[in-house]
Each structure stands twice: as structure tokens, then as C-alpha cells.
């Protein structure tokens, strides 16, 4: 098992905090997931062969760990060596916090309030710098802690989303050269505004001249960080040299490639391989109840779906209300008894109807894969994300909090 160079592999087994029932149950909640420990373990093995071995994983573990469950994803990544995490928010570091190996790292990428600032410097919480009033508050909290503050100062590089602009440099500079016991320069960072697609291209290259002469700011005043990182997944994998320090990985080690494209640009460059990454999550219900429909009847509200025929239907207990998107209508998949079945009519707030003609000997309480596998049959989340315009990253993150989640080998 390769593990993350960078951090020691210390054992780790707080995991149990999740046991599988001997029957998979969905309790009160109306449908439950399985996050497989097996295929996140192989995704971050065929991370950690790729990148350089130099370069730190720093695992992005926001929105709900990409719906997967914070609480269930941050210890199987502890087990297998992980040791650094990157969170959107306060909330979700505290959540991290609470659940991970006590010497993993956490770095805030984005929201802190004024007030959880005070909380994040005393556990010693990495977070992004990316404007002025935000650098003089956490020094000022950290000198009032008497501790040091380490930050990561954001640079603007041409996604003009967050980040220091060059006129605001000289200040920033000069702020930390008159600073300096207050804080450790843990990383100096930027963001590709979409490395996912080559038609971002000469965009992106931009960014990457930009970043290196920024640095050089830094560097030359002797403001040398502990990490240089720029690099989501596809920018890892399509733009290799912007790995540097740390690259922060999200979508991959959950199984997903970041866009078809970045997958068949390492499909053509490694054409002897078959896709290396597996899907972490599946996603069950069961038969709610099964009923006949005459011929020339509408489904469900409204005029959206006609019988042909006789139609066998039966309900299913997700709706949008469940992560379930309402686009999903008349388009849906769902795999019940080794059939690929329709979702027919609209998808309501918590349930869906599927046509069964092909499967009449269905009944109440069959399992029900909304994401996943059964008898060799996938519904994979790219073609859900294909069939409603979602990408996989909106799909998952939409995953409500409150189904239970369930880790299996
Ligand atoms: C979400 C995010 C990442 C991870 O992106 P993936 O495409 O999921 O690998 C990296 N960096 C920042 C700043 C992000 O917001």
C-alpha cells in the first residue's frame, strides 16, 4: 500500500465509528448509501503512483466530502495515510476536526467568519489569505493568542474569483515582513479556471506564467513558503508540472474523472490501461409498492407520461426532496432485479415511478440502484450527470446529509 510521502502511516482505527449492519437498513431515512473502502484505497494508491513523490496529497474533502459523508471518507482516508485536508468552510473544518487523526492537517479554502477565526488559529487550522482585512485579523488574533497563524496567501492569477490582486502585493509583503513571529507561511497558491477542458487552454497556460512570476515576489523579499501548490485533479493530470509542493485533489478519489475529456487524454497517453479509478459510492432504495396501470392513462401529475399498453409501474420513495433532481424526469434509470428500468412521469418531492413491464415479477421491498451496480448492470453518475445536464460534482454535493451512509469492503 503506497501511502502519502509526505506523512507517516500512523494506525488508525477509529473507522469503526461506522460499523455495516448485518442488514442493510435505511432506518427512518428512505434510501442509504455504501461508500466502498476498497475502491477509495485503490483511487488514492493510483493517485499517489501518478503524482510526483515529492508532492504532498492534500485531500479536498468539501461539500460533504462530494456528498460522500465527511464523517465516513475522513477516517477511511486517515487509515490509508492520508494527512492533509482541504475544506470549504469553518463548519466543515470543525467537522474534519472532530473525525480525523489528531495530526492531519486542515486548510480552509474558502469561508471563515471574523469570529470562527479565533477558533481555527487556536487549533492550529490552515487557512487561505486572499484579501487584506482577512490577513490583519488573523495576525491580530494570532498575536493576541500568542500563537502563529498559518496561512496560505491566494493569488490572483486570472480566474478573478478570489485572490490577491498585483497592485495589493507590495502591501501583502510588506504586511509580512513586518509580521513575521505571528505566522507561518505554510503556501502560496493559486486556481485554474478550468483545467477540465482544453478549450481553456491558452487561459490556463496564462495562469501558470502568471503564478511562477508572482512567486518570484515572495521569494525575492525571502518569503519562502513550506508549499507552492496550484493544482486541482484535472490541472494534475492535464497540466502535470503545475503539481509543485501540493497538489489538492478532490473529485478523483471518489472515482470520478473531472470531465470525459480528461479521462480520454489519459486514455490516449496510457492506452494498455483500463479506467484505474473505481466508484466509491452507490446509491440504493427499495420498492415502495407495485400496481397495473391500464392503457392511454397518465403517470403521475400532469400529461408528461401516456401508457401505450398495460403498464406494470411501481414507486420508489426518492424524489428531488432526496437529491433525486427533478431533471430527472422521463429520463431516470434505476436497476432493479438485473434490469435497467424508466423513470416514468415527473420525479415528485420524495417519490418516482418506474415503468416494469420488463420486470412484472417485482416486488415490494426489491432493492432499487440508483447509483451503482447489480448483476454486472451500472448507473453510473456521469450518466446521470449526462442525461440531466448535471455534472457528477453537482449530483453528489446534492446528496442529502441525512441518508445513512454505510462503508462495505
Ligand atoms: C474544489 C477545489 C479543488 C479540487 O477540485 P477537483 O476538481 O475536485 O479536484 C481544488 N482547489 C480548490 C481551490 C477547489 O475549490
Not at 495589493?168 to 510588506?174: A, F, H, K, S
Amino acid at each position: 500500500m503506497t501511502t502519502d510521502s509526505n506523512n507517516n502511516l500512523a494506525p488508525y482505527d477509529n473507522i469503526h465509528a461506522f460499523p455495516l449492519p448485518e442488514v442493510m437498513d435505511s432506518g427512518s431515512s428512505t434510501s442509504y448509501i455504501t461508500l466502498s473502502r476498497k475502491a477509495l484505497h485503490n483511487n488514492l494508491s493510483f493517485l499517489r503512483d501518478f503524482i510526483h513523490k515529492d508532492t504532498r496529497i492534500s485531500s479536498v474533502v468539501k461539500g460533504n466530502a462530494y456528498g460522500h459523508g465527511i464523517e465516513q471518507i475522513v477516517p477511511l482516508m486517515c487509515e490509508y495515510g492520508v494527512r492533509h485536508f482541504s475544506v470549504f468552510s469553518c463548519n466543515e473544518a470543525r467537522r474534519v476536526r472532530a473525525c480525523a487523526s489528531s495530526d492531519a492537517d486542515i486548510m480552509i479554502m474558502g469561508w471563515i467568519d471574523n469570529a470562527d477565526l479565533e477558533w481555527a488559529i487556536s487549533k492550529d487550522i490552515e487557512i487561505y489569505i486572499f484579501e487584506l482585512d482577512r490577513l490583519k485579523q488573523a495576525l491580530t488574533v494570532a498575536k493576541k493568542q500568542g500563537k502563529q497563524v498559518r496561512i496560505h496567501i491566494e493569488v490572483e492569477t486570472g480566474m478573478n474569483r478570489t485572490g490577491f490582486v498585483s497592485q495589493e502585493l507590495p502591501e501583502v509583503i510588506q504586511i509580512l515582513e513586518d509580521w513575521k513571529p505571528h505566522y507561518v507561511l505554510e503556501g502560496i497558491c493559486t486556481h485554474y479556471a478550468g483545467a477540465e477542458s482544453v478549450a481553456n487552454y491558452v487561459r490556463v497556460k496564462k495562469q501558470i506564467e502568471v503564478f511562477h512570476t508572482i512567486k518570484t515576489l515572495f521569494l525575492d523579499k525571502g518569503l519562502i513558503p513550506n508549499y507552492l501548490h496550484t493544482a486541482c485533479s484535472a490541472a494534475t493530470f492535464s497540466y502535470p508540472k503545475t503539481q509543485m509542493d501540493m497538489v489538492r485533489i478532490g473529485i478523483m478519489q471518489y472515482g470520478f474523472w473531472p470531465s470525459r475529456e480528461t479521462y480520454i487524454r489519459y486514455r490516449t497517453q496510457f492506452p494498455h490501461i483500463d479506467d484505474p479509478l473505481k466508484r466509491v459510492i452507490s446509491w440504493k432504495t427499495r420498492v415502495m409498492s407495485v400496481k397495473q396501470v391500464g392503457v392511454n392513462e397518465f403517470i403521475g401529475y400532469g400529461t408528461s407520461y401516456l401508457t401505450q399498453e398495460n403498464t406494470k409501474i411501481c414507486t420508489i420513495p426518492v424524489g428531488y426532496a432526496y437529491g433525486y433532481s427533478r431533471s430527472m424526469t422521463n429520463i431516470g434509470r434505476v436497476i432493479i432485479k438485473g434490469k435497467r428500468l424508466a423513470i416514468i412521469g415527473v420525479v415528485n418531492m420524495n417519490l418516482s415511478i418506474v415503468d416494469i413491464k420488463e420486470a412484472p415479477d417485482i416486488k415490494k421491498g426489491d432493492e432499487v440502484i440508483l447509483i451503482g451496480e447489480q448483476q454486472g448492470l451500472s448507473i453510473s453518475v456521469a450518466s446521470f450527470g449526462e442525461y440531466s445536464n448535471q455534472l457528477n460534482y453537482e449530483l453528489l454535493t446534492r446528496l442529502p446529509k441525512a441518508i445513512p451512509r454505510y462503508i462495505t469492503e
